[in-house]
Nanobody, 133 residues
Framework: QLQLVESGGGLVQPGGSLRLSCTAS????????IGWFRQAPGKEREGISC????????DYYDSVKGRFTISRDNAKNTVYLQMSSLNLDDTGVYSC??????????????????????????WGEGTLVTVSE
């Protein structure tokens, strides 16, 4: 059974940092692009970052660019999202997903019209990040 499990969420003050993990079971992440997404309260899910099979393929949407860093450790079958300079707008449920392909292709998600990444599937259940005073 293919499964992704996110961890590392929690409560943090504005300006703080957290590192999220996305760990796979039942398959190896080596051959898959991995995307991070978030869903803020009352809003649709949006893509925020993606890392391809090659570490030279990394993408960030403007909402997190310069503050978040995505990386992968294939030996641990895990992709990380290091989040810094967190603000109130970063509150939400963060999920990861795997693409059957090696690259990150931006798309506007059909139905929600939100930014995303093409072909993502095998979604995890998410981890909650709350940024609050």
């Amino acid at each position: 059974q293919l499964q992704l499990v996110e961890s590392g969420g929690g409560l943090v003050q504005p300006g703080g940092s957290l590192r999220l993990s996305c760990t796979a079971s039942g398959f190896t992440l080596d051959y898959h692009a991995i995307g991070w997404f978030r869903q803020a309260p009352g809003k649709e899910r949006e893509g925020i970052s993606c890392i391809g099979v090659s570490d030279s393929t990394i993408d960030y949407y403007d909402s997190v660019k310069g503050r978040f860093t995505i990386s992968r450790d294939n030996a641990k079958n895990t992709v990380y999202l290091q989040m810094s300079s967190l603000n109130l707008d970063d509150t939400g449920v963060y999920s990861c997903a795997a693409s059957p392909g090696p690259g990150c292709i931006r798309e506007i998600t059909r139905g929600t019209m939100m930014p995303g990444y093409y072909g993502m599937e095998s979604w995890g259940e998410g981890t909650l990040v709350t940024v609050s005073e």
